[in-house]
């Protein structure tokens, strides 16, 4: 339909002008004075006076418990989703006392590995630290320190055994990748820990002998854990973080009511995390109901 048309559809019988009104909107009738309030306010021009309070920042406790087990500094959880919360969402959040619930858009073996490097970011002893054969590759080595962030790998015989440490430092000056870590790691003079040490202590040790990464051996020369620099200092930072009984980080993850929802509770559990959040669009259908109940056995 053309312009014309249009306007003798609107108004057949009336000149154009009479048409042309009639299409007018009732706010442009309205003379200039009409179309203004009195009174036009921006944000800057309103102050809410502050009600008196006998409360101070400082004394405001925000603790909230999630479960029976687990409390939180901060009533604060990160959704479930693939837009917001992987492992270094989940990381950040636990730090400042909340947790952080990674998504389940993943493999199961994917979603592992998010949950995982959050249980590895710090911890007060790492107790089962990664580690790598006197045989591997440095580029092998090089892999292992990227993957999990970490800036140095304890070197084990097969049997458990501590023979030495690969750090960034023994990387520094390194052409030949293909070498085995055993010809660049350092292994004399290993400065070691006994199992039971403290943190205070290790703290101690690690600024006597200048290093980062302190390990744990036990009366045999078996690794048991690692102190790092790095987790002393955390722990200063952020005293308020989340963290379970071996003073990792705490996260969270979702599963579905897929078929594949109770392998992938299973090896999240295997992995560490600390709570399960079963996400779906509706929760209040029987599937949610009955994938909560088998979780819980």
């Not at 920042?57 to 925000?62: I, L, M, Q």
């Not at 009533?75 to 400042?96: F, G, N, Q």
């Not at 085995?180 to 703290?203: F, H, K, R, Y």
Request: glycine share 8%; hydrophobic share 45%.
């Amino acid at each position: 339909m053309s312009v014309a048309e249009s306007h003798s559809f609107i108004a057949p019988g009336l000149d154009s002008a009479t048409r042309w009104q009639d299409t007018l909107h009732p706010f442009d009738a309205l003379s200039d004075p009409e179309k203004f309030v009195g009174l036009g306010l921006t944000f800057d021009d309103v102050l809410l006076v502050p009600a008196e309070s006998d409360v101070l920042p400082a004394t405001v406790n925000t603790t909230t418990r999630l479960t029976n087990a687990i409390s939180l500094a901060i009533p604060v959880l990160s959704a479930a989703m693939d837009t917001v919360t992987e492992a270094r969402m989940a990381i950040a959040l636990a730090r400042e006392g909340g947790i952080g619930i990674v998504h389940r858009n993943l493999s199961i073996e994917e979603q592992v590995s998010e949950v995982d490097k959050v249980k590895r970011s710090e911890s007060g002893m790492i107790v089962e630290p990664v580690t790598l054969p006197p045989h591997a590759p440095v580029r092998e080595a090089l892999a292992v320190m990227e993957r999990y962030h970490i800036s140095g790998v304890p070197i084990t015989e097969e049997c458990g055994r501590l023979v030495g440490i690969l750090t960034n430092r023994d990387l520094r000056f390194v052409d030949d990748i293909g070498q085995p870590v055993s010809a660049v790691m350092t292994s004399d003079d290993l400065i070691t820990a006994p199992a039971g040490t403290t943190l205070e202590q290790a703290q101690s040790i690690l600024h006597r002998h200048r290093v980062e990464k302190l390990p744990v051996v036990d009366e045999r020369g078996y690794l048991t854990g690692l102190i790092t620099v790095k987790d002393i200092q955390k722990k200063i930072q952020f005293p308020n973080a989340t963290k379970d009984g071996k003073g990792r980080l705490r996260v969270g993850a979702a599963v579905g009511v897929g078929a594949d929802a109770v392998e992938r509770a299973a090896a999240l559990v295997d992995a560490g995390v600390d709570i399960l959040v079963v996400d779906t669009a509706h929760g209040h259908s029987h599937s949610v109901l009955h994938m909560v109940e088998r979780i819980k056995r």
